[in-house]
């Protein structure tokens, strides 16, 4: 029993890690908002049929290289809570471990 709970807390400490790897999406929405990201394009674009990004890992590409336009400069960690949100919002690719 002892050790199932070990068990138990310690699967729930890798979910912890494993949530905070894969961005928060409350907090991507705040800066998604708080950015300059719309000057240039609507939101139409993350839903428009003819989008380019087709994988989460497309769209952190493109998240970081429309951030490099804005003088915003997010950190790694805000890049995927912005990834963490458009995906959750808009584009719906399902949300592997993140590897790094
Ligand atoms: C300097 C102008 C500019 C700014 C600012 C900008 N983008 Fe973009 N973005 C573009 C262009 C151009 C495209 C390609 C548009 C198209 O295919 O119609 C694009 C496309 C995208 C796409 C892909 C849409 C698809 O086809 O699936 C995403 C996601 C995206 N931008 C996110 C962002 C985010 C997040 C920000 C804020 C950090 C941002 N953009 C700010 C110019 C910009």
Request: proline share 4%; with cysteine.
């Amino acid at each position: 029993m002892k050790t199932f709970a070990l068990l138990m807390a310690s699967l729930m400490m890798a979910n912890v890690a494993h949530a905070a790897n894969n961005g928060d999406p409350l907090s991507g929405k705040k800066l998604f908002e708080e950015s300059r990201c719309l000057s240039c394009h609507a939101a139409t674009v993350f839903t428009k049929p003819d989008r380019k990004v087709k994988s989460l890992a497309q769209l952190e590409s493109q998240v970081r290289t429309c951030d490099a336009n804005l003088s915003t400069n997010w950190f790694d960690d805000q890049i995927i809570d912005v990834v963490a949100y458009l995906n959750q919002a808009y584009y719906k690719f399902p949300n592997p471990a993140r590897t790094q």
